[in-house]
């Protein structure tokens, strides 16, 4: 009897191990987020792989579970009936016998015996837990399987149909705004030279002002870290209702800049950790082909309150700092396409695609520092003022916390003025 016990034991420590696997579908940290989901799609879609992934080798244990139950079971019968008949013969040995070593030795067996029972008693307990763990296993695998159903359906729809697109097309978005349109929102623009429409957030304000918007910064939520191609083509996500940040792309900005023959204004619009709102324009503003690097161009810095970063900036350094940070007339580098006036790698060293020279007074695709004050030290490898950086306004280890690029024809900028304008002049009617 001795060696079925210690074998049912050795069971039951199976079991408690095995048991270890019910918490697994909790753990879903290890669950990383793919970034190609967007904002539409939910990242439980991550989920659904898991699960898919896991739920074999947990259906596994639990036949594996079961088997070992089946087998405890058998085990503990067999000793029922041991015992029972050990009683039995006890007993009747008590009765033809008299007191004597044979007696005693059967009193120890007794003693024995009601241990057994008791340790038998514990093991029937301890696998009628084991048993609801196994059935409420099953229900919530049966739930899961569920859950993983739907997410896969949800899953297997385009992202894109959610989003709310604006029926209205133009060239750009002021085109769109003189059609009528009065809302912020996505909608599609082909721009004079574009092979294809593509799709833009357009900011239309009450002055019927559209701006068509090129860089959204707000949160640190995308990485800005990209390669030419990303840059080239765009990257992030647009959203009809600004949540998202995104870089439009520089093939588009070159298309939406160079489409028209009136001047194309570049309104940069910043945030501070404070809330403090600054703004830049600048007019005749292009982006030159890829040809030429994406070169950026622009005429003049035509007002503002945040300063005249992309001329430049004396730090203090060398002399000729300012005329190594200004932006004016730069290409567009990358880290894997040099186009700056520096021996060494801007991009690389700032983790950022932009007009750099050697390397920037201005630098709004920077990388994003929560709460704005880094050194030298928190830029890592290089050490260098990598953050989203205007010089002009907050010094170059300040990091913004939003930063807004758009575009509008110059004629229409009039309309409305700088960025409190509307403001200012309806308190000037009242
Ligand atoms: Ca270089």
Not at 98 to 127: C, G, W
Not at 149 to 172: F, N
Not at 282 to 295: L, N
């Amino acid at each position: 009897m001795a060696p079925s016990i210690l074998t049912t034991a050795g069971g039951l420590l199976l079991l408690v191990s095995l048991s270890s696997a019910q918490i697994r579908g909790d753990n879903l940290a290890t669950c990383t987020t793919n970034d190609g989901f967007g904002k539409y799609c939910p990242t439980t879609c991550g989920v659904t792989d898991y699960m898919l992934r896991y739920r074999n080798g947990v259906e596994d244990d639990l036949e594996d579970m079961q088997r070992q139950l089946d087998t405890i079971a058998n085990l503990t019968q067999g000793a029922d009936e041991t015992i029972v008949y050990m009683k039995d013969s006890a007993f009747a040995a008590q009765k033809t016998s008299q007191p004597d070593p044979y007696h005693k030795k059967s009193t120890n067996m007794l003693d024995d015996i009601v241990r057994f029972e008791k340790t038998i008693t514990a093991q029937e307990q301890q696998i009628y837990e084991l048993q609801s763990l196994i059935s409420s296993n099953e229900r919530r695998m049966t739930d899961l399987k569920q859950l993983s159903i739907q997410l896969q359906q949800k899953c297997a729809e385009p992202c894109k149909e959610s989003v709310e697109i604006q029926p209205l097309t133009g060239t750009d978005c002021q085109d769109i705004a003189n059609k009528g349109a009065t809302t912020n929102g996505l909608y599609y623009v082909k721009p004079l030279k574009a092979t294809e429409q593509f799709l833009v957030y357009c900011e239309i304000d009450s002055f019927g002002r559209g701006f068509t918007v090129i860089q959204r910064r707000r949160d640190g939520s995308l990485d800005f870290h990209k390669d030419w191609i990303q840059y080239k083509n765009g990257f992030g996500y647009l959203s009809p209702d600004d949540t998202t940040e995104f870089w439009l792309g520089n093939e588009k900005i070159h298309l939406l800049s160079t489409a028209v023959t009136m001047p194309t204004v570049l309104r940069i619009e910043l945030v501070d950790w404070e809330g403090n709102k600054r703004y830049a324009d600048y007019t005749a503003f292009s982006v030159g082909s890829e040809v030429d690097m994406y070169r950026l161009q622009y005429g003049y810095y035509y007002g503002g309150d945040a300063g005249d970063a992309f001329n430049g900036f004396d730090f203090g350094d060398d002399p000729s700092d300012k005329f190594y940070t200004s932006h004016n007339g730069m290409q567009f580098s990358t880290f894997d396409k040099d186009n700056d006036k520096y021996a060494g790698n801007c991009a690389q060293q700032d983790g950022s695609g932009w007009w750099m020279n050697r390397c920037h007074a201005a630098h709004l695709n920077g990388k994003y520092y929560q709460g704005g004050r880094y050194s030298e030290k928190d830029a890592g490898e290089f050490g260098f003022d990598n953050g989203i950086i205007w010089v002009t306004w907050h010094n170059r280890w300040y990091s913004l916390k939003e930063t807004t690029m758009k575009i509008i024809p110059l004629s229409r900028i009039t309309a409305g003025g700088g960025q409190q304008a509307g403001v200012k002049q309806f308190a000037g009617l009242s």
